[in-house]
């Protein structure tokens, strides 16, 4: 499969990425508690409309309603044995609506850690493969290694895609902003160590996603691009840090507030901009329009 991210990158292209997902599932009708990939089977046409808002707001790329979908993950819900039926459906959802754009395969962590002997390395390397094999199938380009805390579960989950898929894979991970005003993983990792760990185990793409708003990730982004000069990156922010109003998490950042952070986070390093919890297709058709009138000038 062509390298179709990297080249756009290396051709001096700054992309549009999707928004939030779960904000969307959650307006149309899942229940906390509920599992967001079983939609993919039971409510296929909501999971493409989705992806098609997106589309329609001038994303370049759409992910996919996967994240919980290794098998490992999926136990809890009894939906182990469909793994592969879910993924393949979700990418289908996905490619249904992006057309002649791009498809990017959600992959999250799969909830058990390696430290705590809760899995083994070969059980989340043939969950992991087994979800790649099936969101290639459906149709993604890319695979999105995402919200990674651990950098050897990241970097098994890299190299089951690499191995037994022809798409691209990026991977991101999550940081939080230490007391001394640093940047780590759950697991401790700073994100120089998290980049050099998936870059060696063949990542295309490496960035960050989720935990911070659009002005924290510049910071996280300029460690990533000072550590990796030639590497892609892609950057997925959350739409501020969320306020909890009348019981529900409220997200403080406006569609116009990312959108003007954008040109200084792509001097930071960031090839790939869009969004994560809290955002919406206005959050994102205002970073379109931001990226567009930079090519313009």
Known sequence: ????????????????????????????????????????????????DIAKSYIDAGADMVETNSFGGSRIKLKSFGLDDKAAEINEAAARASREAAGDRLVIGSMGPAGKLLIMEEVTREELYNAFREQAVALEKGGADALCIETMMD?????????????????????????????SGSYRTMMGITPAEAAAAVLEAGADIIGTNCGNGMERMIEIVSELRAACPDTPILVHANAGLPE????????????????????????????IVGGCCGTTPAHIAAIRLAVDRMVQR
């Open 1 to 48: 499969m062509a390298k179709k991210i990297t080249e756009a990158v290396r051709a001096g292209r700054v992309l549009v990425a999707d928004g939030a997902w779960g904000t969307f599932l959650y307006q149309k009708g899942l229940k906390p508690g509920d599992c967001p990939e079983r939609w993919c089977l039971e409510r296929f046409a909501d999971v493409r």
């Open 244 to 271: 909890v109003i009348g019981g529900k998490n409220v997200y403080p950042e406006t569609p116009e507030f990312m959108a003007a952070l954008v040109p200084t986070i792509v001097q930071a390093g960031a090839n």
């Open 151 to 179: 950098a050897e579960e990241a970097a098994i989950a890299v190299r089951a895609a690499r191995e037994n898929t022809g798409c691209e894979v990026i991977c991101t991970f999550t940081f939080d902003r230490t007391a």
